[in-house]
């Protein structure tokens, strides 16, 4: 990505040690709360995930964290500085579930990008060649070079999806957060969302992403808050995935294998049946592409259930 190494020389410089922190936040919609007593520290460089079941509250815990939620109560701070609510935090990227987006707005794959370069634009309010060719770049690298002059309500879900991320990308962000962006799309496409984040992850760039995909997704990545109204556990997947965290986070019970030999771990409801994934195959999959996953008796940190220490 273009000025890669220069975003990863600002990232060590400036980013605080700890890239986001919610303490005793409280938000919600029309008078009601959505989430309460949210207490969450992300460290800088992290790669962590949201999990948790539907109306849990991990959109909402991503909106507070761009000052999208229109009421809160207590701190956020992202990059260091405190988050007002109607004014996004800067050095932020935004990956939308796509769900959410109208896509009848007439604008096409270019057009969306650009969006995400305009505060690099000065005091001029349309784009330059340099924009352009950074743009053309960032498209190429997402595989989306051929679909510049299409419409995005023409384009397929994984695709959308990949608008979307570039759009974040353009602004060369130190923190990067993403609503579901595994959701609603094909594997391949999941892999390569996910193998584009660890390349970002290992530039140094902080990355946020709610997913509900507990085995394909968050069982694999280094660091996890399990949400259900608040923060249930925070913490690496091997401490924080237990059949009890499980269970008290999506209301179900829960059970949790573990391969001893891959460090594989295997989720599932009690008393669901049917075939599941060898965790042995995919743990191979994921460690030959490089996605970030954690490794039985790996060094970890121990999870939080109830508040970030000071």
């Known amino acids: 990505m273009p000025g890669a190494s220069v975003a990863r020389d600002r990232v060590s410089r400036e980013t605080p040690r700890v890239a986001i922190e919610m303490r005793e936040v409280a938000g919600g919609y029309g008078g009601t709360d959505v989430v309460s007593g949210v207490t969450l520290g992300i460290p800088a460089g992290e790669f962590a995930g949201l999990v948790g079941p539907s109306g849990a509250g991990k959109t909402s815990i991503l909106k507070a964290m761009l000052g999208e939620l229109p009421q809160v109560a207590g701190r956020v701070t992202v990059g260091g500085e405190a988050v007002v609510p109607g004014r996004p935090p800067a050095g932020v990227g935004y990956v939308p579930q796509v769900e959410t987006v109208d896509w009848s707005f007439p604008v096409t794959v270019e057009d969306v990008v650009m969006m995400g370069r305009v505060r690099r634009m000065g005091l001029l309010p349309w784009p330059g060649r340099e924009d352009r060719r950074v743009v053309g770049e960032t498209l190429e690298r997402l595989g989306l070079g051929a679909l510049r002059r299409r419409h995005i309500r023409e384009l397929s879900g994984g695709q959308q999806q990949r608008v979307f991320l570039a759009r974040a990308l353009i602004g060369e962000p130190r923190i990067l957060i993403l609503d579901e962006p595994t959701a609603s799309v094909d594997v391949k496409t ?8 660890a390349d970002l992850h290992r530039q140094g760039v902080t990355i946020v992403m709610t997913t509900h995909e507990l085995n394909a997704v968050a069982a694999h990545l280094p660091w996890v808050a399990c949400i259900n109204g608040g923060v249930v ?12 965290i499980l269970s008290r986070t999506f209301g179900a019970e829960m059970r949790v294998v573990r391969d001893p030999e891959t460090g594989g771990l295997l989720i599932a409801e009690t008393g669901r049946h049917g075939p599941f994934a060898d965790p042995r195959a995919h743990h191979a999959h994921l460690h030959e592409e490089g996605i970030p996953h954690v490794h039985a008796g790996a060094p970890a940190r121990e999870p939080s259930l109830t508040s970030v220490a000071d």
Request: overall charge negative; proline content about 5%.
């Open 190 to 197: 999941r892999d390569d969302i996910l193998h584009l984040l």
């Open 233 to 244: 556990a925070q913490g690496a997947p091997l401490q924080v995935f237990t059949s009890a």
